[in-house]
Nanobody, 127 residues
Framework: QVQLVESGGGLVQAGGSLRLSCAAS????????MGWFRQAPGKEREVVAA????????SYADSVKGRFTISRDNAKNTVYLQMNSLKPEGTAVYYC????????????????????WGQGTQVPVSS
């Protein structure tokens, strides 16, 4: 198993930047594809970005392409989400997730393949 802890959230003004971190403990993070999801009040959880086990393949939601960057440092068992040019509609709880039983280059973009989830970190974006 793996335990995931997100950090780096907090209040930010529209147009600002934040970097979220997801620290994995237990089994090494390179065993898992990793994803960032978000859930706004009253809405379903949606994928923001995902990265393969190797880190060589990434995928982004259309709404964040060109503004967000997902990366991973397997030596540190940490995954990052750099968020630039934040918008008020990006206000949500952001979750880190790990998918174990996927192909080495897979980047799952739905919730179902993910086996482990963090507790989430709040990102309010003020207008």
């Amino acid at each position: 198993q793996v335990q995931l802890v997100e950090s780096g959230g907090g209040l930010v003004q529209a147009g600002g930047s934040l970097r979220l971190s997801c620290a994995a403990s237990g089994r090494t993070s390179s065993t898992y594809a990793m994803g960032w999801f978000r859930q706004a009040p009253g809405k379903e959880r949606e994928v923001v970005a995902a990265i393969s086990r190797s880190g060589g393949t990434t995928s982004y939601a259309d709404s964040v392409k060109g503004r967000f960057t997902i990366s991973r440092d397997n030596a540190k068992n940490t995954v990052y989400l750099q968020m630039n040019s934040l918008k008020p509609e990006g206000t949500a709880v952001y979750y880190c997730a790990a998918a174990e039983w996927v192909h080495y280059i897979a980047v799952p973009t739905t919730t179902r393949p993910y086996d482990y989830w963090g507790q989430g970190t709040q990102v309010p974006v003020s207008s």
